[in-house]
């Protein structure tokens, strides 16, 4: 097995390499290359920039793993559903959520337990889960040495040979989907609270309405998900779109709204991903009186999601407030997909202008003749998304001038805002909530806020800098 697994991370990587070769930044949406027929069964591999040897080896070789889940089984309630018998098991990443684990004394003993309140993904840590007896959940740390996937506490022992040694029963990672094993939602114990009206819905996913359904892996591991029926659209667009969504089989992290797989069965097109427990972010902070320390750590998450899409250079056009989740143990995701008609993915920032309800997010540089959107206009953007987090999910209050906006239309609001010539935005407002008591922390203001909103573009930080100021404000 051990032999079988290294045959085709060698594949993999032959045929990566090349493509890297040829350019550098080949991981900028859309992609326009085809999959090979290795990728087909295994999906795309994305590599973050300035990836190292170590780094590109391990990525080959985790995702050639059929029982490699990544963030996908973070919520504890998921992982039950698909631990039915004894000796059945998975590998994850390590959770960044509180997990505590029983000690026990089973066929995974002399195993370092993982315990700890929190972790962050590594390139070198995963966990490999499995049902003990007597219904207990274990859990063993996994490393990557000798460009092989080892036990930490027994690193002569490969996770093949191990798995082999004691029976275990791998469970594979859905990809390809049948129609028969989507049904109702009805199983589904809790509705969502905090959904948005049908009509921010349809105005913010262009592409359908997402409807929660459940997913059978087999007769009786079912799990929720949610669920994007594409069927209305002609044959072409459906190709098309199905062909974007292959290429994000392993792309995302615990902050971003993952794929579990897709169904075209029986004339019926949907793309399958991971529920959302509890619904969207913003009709959650509409209910008020939110705890401060609560919206510091969605604003870290929402970094952390921003910081992965960085480091992949996957620019998201659409990003604003509407598109975040907010789920199990209450984690934070970004929305990728269903904000435009025609495309899974908003592959350019043209579109924007089209919507009052997008304009109203964007920096000043995108509304000047040779306008320009980036990472660092991201950044401005995630200011406007901290500064709706602190009050109540509201909409930015500044608005564009006609001169400084490619839309016609008339923005409304109950505060007007202009973009002078010399491009002093937002420094009249934020001296004010210095000076005054507001519902938004002074350090947010300061370490966040005035940077995001600088003016001069190369000033704005990345969302490496800006995930290192939010955890300060965690401590």
């Excluded at 919206?295 to 604003?320: A, K, M, P, T, V």
């Amino acid at each position: 097995m051990e032999s079988l697994t290294n045959f085709v991370c060698n594949l993999l990587h032959i045929n990566h390499k090349n493509r890297d070769d040829d350019n550098e930044n080949n991981q900028v949406w859309p992609r326009t290359l085809s999959l090979s027929p290795l990728e087909h069964i295994y999906g795309l591999v994305w590599m973050p920039k300035n990836v190292n040897t170590y780094e590109r080896e391990l990525l080959y070789s985790i995702h050639s793993l059929p029982f490699y889940f990544g963030s996908l089984l973070e919520d504890d309630d998921v992982q039950v559903q698909l631990l039915i018998n004894c000796g059945d098991c998975f590998l994850t990443n390590p959770p960044q959520t509180t997990y505590n684990t029983p000690p026990s004394t089973s066929l995974l003993s002399r195993i370092k337990f993982f315990n700890t309140r929190r972790s962050y993904y590594t390139f070198s840590h995963y966990i490999l889960t499995a049902l003990g007896t007597n219904d207990i959940i274990l859990k063993a740390n996994i490393i990557f040495k000798r460009n092989t996937f080892v036990l930490e506490k027994l690193p002569d022992i490969d996770i093949h040979t191990f798995i082999a040694e004691n029976n275990l029963n791998t469970i594979s990672k859905p990809w390809f989907i049948e129609k028969k094993q989507i049904i109702s939602g009805r199983g589904i114990k809790q509705a969502q609270p905090f959904l948005l009206s049908i009509d921010e819905r349809r105005r913010y996913f262009r592409l359908g309405i997402f409807e929660r359904k459940v997913l059978c892996l087999d007769s009786r591991r079912k799990i929720p998900v949610s669920v994007l029926s594409i069927e209305a659209y002609d044959r072409e667009l459906q190709k098309k779109l199905i062909n974007e969504a292959n290429l994000l089989r392993n792309f995302g992290n615990i902050h971003i709204e993952k794929l579990w797989g897709l169904c075209c069965d029986d004339g019926e097109c949907m793309i399958v991903l991971e529920e959302v427990v509890y619904g969207s972010l913003v009709p959650y902070l509409r209910t008020g009186n939110r705890n401060e320390g609560q919206l510091i750590n969605f604003c870290y998450q929402i970094s952390e999601g921003l910081r992965y899409l960085e480091d992949h250079d996957f620019i998201l056009y659409h990003f604003n407030i509407y598109y975040l989740y907010i789920t199990y143990n209450y984690t934070i995701k970004i929305s990728l997909i269903g904000s435009s008609k025609e495309e899974l993915i908003m592959s350019s920032p043209k579109e924007l202008y089209e919507y009052e309800e997008a304009v109203i997010w964007l920096p000043p540089e995108c509304f000047e003749r040779n306008g320009t959107f980036n990472f660092l206009s991201l950044s401005y953007i995630f200011g406007n998304v901290v500064w709706s987090i602190f009050n109540n999910g509201m909409n930015p209050i500044f608005d564009m001038s006609k001169e400084n906006r490619k839309s016609t239309t008339s923005l409304s609001g109950s505060k007007n805002f202009t973009f002078s010539s010399k491009g002093c935005i937002k420094k009249n407002y934020l001296k004010k909530l210095e000076m005054f008591q507001t519902s938004i922390p002074r350090n947010i203001i300061k370490n966040v806020l005035f940077k995001c909103w600088d003016v001069n573009i190369n000033n704005r930080p990345n969302f490496a800098i800006l995930c290192k100021e939010i955890k300060k404000l965690q401590m």
